[in-house]
DNA sequence: TGTATTTTAATACCCACGTATGGGATAGGG
DNA sequence: CCCTATCCCATACGTGGGTATTAAAATACA
């Protein structure tokens, strides 16, 4: 049997690279040869691991979902497991966490949020490629719905609250900060400060 | 001297022709020989107007701005004008209508909305592309906290909100459901739902 | 050590794009 | 009537993109 390589850790690799140079220049200067040369191979085993560039886009958007919902996610678990009351930390200021993992506050999440504006845009041509996107939306929506319910239950939250409404507000509202962030009109701290100011809106008086 | 033509007019003519393009397939896709197409014209009375692509998107998205802004100042007007206390309609009602001006509710608005997260990608990369967007994000934003501060003070929306926060959070919001939208994880009754619910939590009880 | 098979590299192909060019049509002013 | 500047079109050029092809290198197992 001839050479045996990881093939998912070589596409991690790729996707990484990919998110490299989308970060720099945009996902529309990411061409093939480029993504060789950062990634520090030749475009010849670019193709080996990915048929066709579409094949490689849709690994891309599917790992920069992955990578974001991990971290958030990992935020879940330590909010104290399967629905329990048994938290450290508040319901509010678990979602502003929430809220700065998913804004663009740093390189590394700026190249995220442009990977996935990017996708975005392309969402109505090919949707198959934003299926996984998705899914991990609706997954999102539903934890802070049960999250905001069970937080006016423990009295932390205003009980006329409409959980569901609540959610697709604040989820919306992020996404449109974060846009407002790459596009130049809104610096990371107001961003903070405007997450920070509605929370306190819906906290118990 | 030759033949006349009204330039403003051909620009927006071909403006136009790529706003429609880009509602069908996005803005990638509109190439100067399918602009060219759409319009009517040949492409070389594409590049007699606009001496490179680049020169016409800049057009186009002023264009696409000028547009949207142009509806809602229509709006603002209706209310009222300079500020006093003698419009006919709510302020909320008035918040209600611009946030279906935004949202991608019809095939015109998704065009423009296509067109306006097209360049959205792009600002990191070319910020003079969309320097006409950001003046008028600006003087939406003014007019916006504006108008909840004089409903404070009407005694329609609740003293206690901080007018500025409250403008951002509202066009962020927004803007996160025209996302949401385009991206097919909520449609259009919702997001106006959840925009409804919003304002009505901003009101006075 | 041989060998089969994966991995890598080099390079050729073809097409679509933005741009450049040259000429012809059009029409207002002398 | 003609002339000149504008307008418009057809077509050509060069580049860069994704894809395809081919062969060399590398390596696990017999």
């Known amino acids: 049997m001839p050479k045996k390589v990881d093939h998912d850790e070589r596409r991690r690799h790729i996707a990484e690279a990919v998110l490299r140079i989308t970060g720099r220049h945009g996902l529309d200067h990411a061409t093939l040869r480029d993504i060789a040369v950062e990634a520090g191979i030749s475009l010849g085993a670019v193709q080996h691991y990915f048929r066709s560039k579409d094949e490689l886009l849709q690994h891309v958007i599917a790992h920069t979902g992955e990578q974001v919902t ?9 909010l104290g497991g399967t629905g329990d009351t048994g938290g450290t930390i508040s319901v509010g200021s678990f979602l502003r966490v929430m809220a700065s993992e998913m804004l663009p506050l740093d390189a590394r999440r700026r190249a995220e949020r442009r990977v996935l504006q990017a996708f975005g845009v392309r969402a109505a041509d090919a949707p198959h490629l934003t299926e996984p996107l998705r899914e991990g939306n609706d997954w999102l ?26 959610s697709i507000t604040l989820l919306a509202m992020i996404e449109g900060l974060a846009s407002d962030i790459m596009f130049g009109v809104r610096d990371p701290g107001q961003a903070m400060e405007s997450v920070r100011y509605h929370l306190d809106r819906l906290a118990a008086r």
């Open 141 to 166: 929506h539903d934890r802070v719905a049960e999250l905001i319910g069970q937080a006016q239950r423990d009295g932390e939250l205003r009980p006329e609250l409409h959980a569901g409404h609540e």
């Open 70 to 78: 991990a971290r958030i996610m990992a935020g879940f678990a330590g």
